[in-house]
């Protein structure tokens, strides 16, 4: 029997600068598809048709006032923001520890500065929509996804390789 991993400690990067001791607690983005209900002549029931993906968007809270953020809150470009989450996750029966890193490009829409009172907390809460999402296990590559180069790999597979060919791109 197995223990299931447990996230024992994380750190975001924003830009390349730590938040080690700021960050507080980060949301990857959810993958998502968009799938549409198709049933056709001789078919009894419906199946779902993949239409692509949902939007790809990070939520990131720190325990107090940042400064960064703020600096790059309405850059001009789609992928202007560079975010790399590092996770140690540790299984309890084993004691063996998986690195999990995130990293994803894209801009923030929303900065949340929380409320200010003296002598409490204000945490400090970003969301950053992305057009770029990497997720690494143990140094290998598990997924890929580059929205604006329709880029999409898993496990070292392009699944979109065969539609760019397609369209001439």
Known sequence: MALP?????????????????QIEEVTPPNLSRIMEDWRGGGMNAPIKADQGMEALSMEWTCGGFMQEPLHQFGI???DGVLLRFAGA?????????????????????????????????????????????????????????????????????DRLADQRKAIGL
């Open 5 to 21: 991993r447990k996230l024992k400690n994380m750190n975001l990067f924003n830009d390349g600068i730590s938040y080690a001791g």
């Open 76 to 78: 001009t470009t789609h």
């Open 89 to 157: 996750y540790q299984a309890d029966d084993t004691g063996s520890v998986d690195a999990v890193e995130i990293t994803v490009r894209g801009r923030h829409s929303t900065i949340e500065q929380g409320n200010a009172k003296p002598g409490e907390a204000s945490p400090f809460k970003v969301t950053t929509e992305c057009s770029y999402y990497k997720l690494t296990i143990n140094g290998e590559e598990v997924i890929e996804i580059d929205i604006i180069n329709m880029i999409e790999k898993v496990n070292g597979v």
